[in-house]
């Protein structure tokens, strides 16, 4: 692909192998979108890279990230009521923090039409939990498109954005992270770019727009009907599809990545069941499938995660009397993890083995694969921070992790997170640990972009009822995890440079009286700091301040007069203590098999955090790459 912004924006109808993230992109421009909002996290930051590829002036649409998942669903919801056809983005547990808003947009008469796209990650592979989305949405009356593979991402979205505008409500597009991710072939349709009309098209008489006290029945009974009205289209233009294999007997309904797997296994086998793969996932097409359901003996619902589908299969078929058996979740396994080709197999041999094929499962991987375990990178300032707080917490103090790469601080050798469960919630577990309890100091992490995110509420709580905890915000300018991503401390927002939200000044206005601000490369000095914030009688925070090295070092090597740096270690001097390896821990070194220390230069980054931490003094300054091989 020659150049994505280009190809993104081509007028002339084209075929390309794309991602699913890259190729919402183009659909979100051919539907007209006008509004496009997110936070940042897997499986969905690439539709926000791909966003990126296009110049700000030649974007089609406004796009933010915004500071929480809840403030980007509120700026596309103001957008659509606005008269704009709009789209909020983000990952899985990102509807939790949105839903406060989220469940309420049924409710709403969107004039401009609203897209959410969930980005959800089964097998966790990027997320604290595993959570099905789809629960959502039956709680907030919403109907769900899911699509298997990239054409399917380009053309539901298409689907969802025409029947959101249509019809002036919030419809759902879920995506999966292997779907988000796959690459396939798009026949992308022409595009013909319509005049932005940015008259304000907000009018009240469109509403009610106060669900209050009495209102809220009419707003409800209205969402309840257009519900009920996509149920209807479901029927016909839900994007459903049937593999006829003239089999009475066996028929298998799914959708999304099980599809794709129960295709790779069907492969190997002469018995093929009839499929009904579902477009539109939610409501159900009630005819189509129990139509489905009358004219086969057994049904197999093949669903990743929860068993939603199978439920309401289950009632429908209760409901209408239809005599069928029907099979769906088996043991617990069924509900964990990704529906991969073996998952499916396994799925199926234990209803239809002859259609799983004979081979009992995929062999394990002939070849042991060293484990990779995640780490922080090279000079990333976390090292040196966790590095200095630990000499100045006592074994007993309790550790509360949160949400971001600062969460690897957890692992050995740093030991730095006994506790961990989503963005922000460190400082208000922190409170409730510190209560009844005289004995065990407790101590909590944050990230700076989740201070923003969701921290603020945790710290004015700890201010306003006066909890004995030690916050150290972990600010690296940047929202690193997820791709470095800015937020309002980073004086750049996508769009523009703006202007910086300090950190420091925040907690200063909020009123916090013991501030210890440290850059965390003066690893004594932040080991001084903690103590002292530890010792103070109230609620203290560290900011414990360093930029993110993996993204300087990115943009200095894109600089001509960039000069590559790297420590080594004096074998003279080194007397073995090995604090580099086992206590500061830096990948960059080596512990050589005659007991000697040695340097890989291709990941030291020459930034000399290390330096400090070797009681022998072995390690010498950063040199020009070049001169140290010499
Ligand atoms: C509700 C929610 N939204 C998004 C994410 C994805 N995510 C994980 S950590 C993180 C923020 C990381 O940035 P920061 O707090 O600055 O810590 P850093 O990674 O820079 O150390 C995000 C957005 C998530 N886990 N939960």
């Known amino acids: ?18 991602m699913g993230n890259t190729a919402i992109v183009r659909a979100m421009i051919e539907a007209g979108t006008r509004i496009v909002t997110s936070y940042p996290g897997s499986p969905t930051p690439e539709i926000a890279s791909t966003i990126a590829a296009i110049s700000k002036d030649e974007r089609p649409f406004y796009f933010e990230f915004s500071t929480n998942e809840k403030v980007a669903t509120e700026v596309a919801y103001g957008a659509s009521v606005n008269g704009h056809l709009s789209t909020v983005f983000f990952k899985s547990v990102g509807l939790n923090v949105a839903a406060d808003t989220f469940v309420q947009l049924s409710l709403m008469k969107l004039i401009g039409g609203m897209v959410v796209v969930l980005g959800d990650d089964p097998g966790a592979n990027s997320s604290q939990n595993e959570q099905d989305n789809r629960h959502f949405a039956s709680l907030s009356y919403m109907p769900i498109f899911e699509p298997a593979n990239p054409g399917e991402v380009y053309h539901f979205y298409k689907a969802a954005a025409a029947m959101a505008q249509h019809m002036h409500m919030p419809v759902i597009l879920r995506l999966t992270t ?28 469109n509403g009610p727009y106060m669900p209050l006290t009495s209102l809220v029945f009419p707003m409800k009974r209205r969402a309840l009907q257009n519900l009920r009205q996509a149920a209807e289209l479901s029927e016909k233009n839900g994007l459903h599809h049937f593999d006829n294999n003239n089999n009475t007997r066996q028929g298998i309904i799914t959708f999304g990545l099980p599809y794709l797997s129960l295709l790779d296994v069907l492969e190997e086998s002469d018995a093929k069941p009839d499929i009904l793969k579902l477009g539109m996932i939610y ?15 057994e049904i197999l619902v093949l669903e990743e995660l929860d068993d939603l589908l199978e439920t309401e299969i289950k009632r429908l078929a209760f409901e209408q009397g239809i005599k069928v058996k029907i099979h769906g979740k088996t043991d ?3 509900w964990v993890g990704e529906y991969t080709a073996d998952k499916v197999a396994d799925q199926l041999r234990q209803i239809w083995p002859e259609m799983a094929g004979s081979q009992p499962q995929a062999p394990a991987m002939p070849l042991a694969v060293p484990a990779r375990p995640a780490q922080m990178c090279p000079g990333c300032g976390h090292r040196s921070a966790f590095h200095a707080i630990r000499q100045a917490l006592a074994p007993h103090d309790i550790k509360v992790a949160d949400i971001g790469c600062h969460t690897l601080g957890f692992m050995p050798p740093y030991n730095m997170g006994e506790l961990l469960m989503c963005m ?4 208000g577990i922190a409170a409730g640990l510190s209560l009844y309890n005289d004995s065990r100091r407790v101590v909590c992490f944050l990230g700076d972009s989740t201070f923003f995110h969701a921290g603020i509420p945790g710290i004015i709580n700890a201010l306003f009822n006066k909890h004995k905890i030690t916050l150290i915000v972990m600010e690296n ?26 950190v ?15 850059d965390t490369y003066q690893q004594a000095k932040l080991t001084e700091a903690v103590k002292e914030a530890q010792a103070t009688e109230g609620f203290a925070v560290v900011i414990a301040k360093h930029p993110c090295m993996l993204k300087l070092m990115r943009e200095a090597r894109r600089k001509d007069s960039f000069q590559a740096k790297v420590i080594d270690v004096d074998q003279k001097t080194c007397d073995r203590r090995y604090v580099c390896v086992s206590s500061f821990a830096c990948p960059t070194f080596i512990l050589n098999h005659d007991g000697s220390i040695g340097v890989n230069p291709d990941l030291c980054i020459g930034d000399g955090s290390c330096l400090q931490t070797c009681p022998s003094k072995a390690i010498t300054r950063p040199t020009n790459r070049e001169s140290s091989k010499e």
């Open 504 to 518: 420091r000044r925040v907690l200063e206005g909020l009123g916090v009286k013991n501030i210890f601000e440290v």
């Open 178 to 205: 292997h779907v988000c991710h796959a690459k396939g072939k798009v026949d992308f349709a022409a595009w013909h770019p319509a005049e932005f009309d940015k008259t304000p098209r907000f009018d009240v008489k």
């Open 283 to 297: 409501p159900l097409p009630r005819v189509l499938v129990s139509d489905f359901l009358r004219s086969h003996e």
């Open 477 to 502: 300018g940047t929202t690193a995890m997820t791709g470095h991503q800015d937020h309002a401390a980073s004086g750049r927002n996508f769009n523009e440079a703006t202007e910086k939200v300090p």
């Open 1 to 18: 692909m020659k150049n994505l912004g280009e190809m993104l924006l081509r007028r002339e109808a084209f075929s390309e192998i794309v």
């Open 332 to 334: 617990i396994e069924s």
């Open 424 to 427: 922000g919630a460190s400082t």
